[in-house]
C-alpha cells in the first residue's frame, strides 16, 4: 500500500504497484470475501 500512497494514490498508482511488486489487489479482495483475515494470525 504504501508503493500506492507513493505513486499518488488513484487507480493507475495501485494497478503500478500490482505490477512493480507482483501483487494481485483483484486476488487479494476476492481473499477477503473468501473469509481470509489478514490481521488474525
Avoid: C, T
Amino acid at each position: 500500500l504504501l508503493e500506492y500512497y507513493f505513486n499518488g494514490a488513484n487507480m493507475g498508482s495501485l494497478r503500478r504497484a500490482e505490477k512493480d511488486l507482483n501483487f494481485s489487489i483483484d486476488s487479494y479482495f476476492q481473499k477477503v470475501h473468501d473469509g481470509y483475515k489478514p490481521w488474525i494470525i
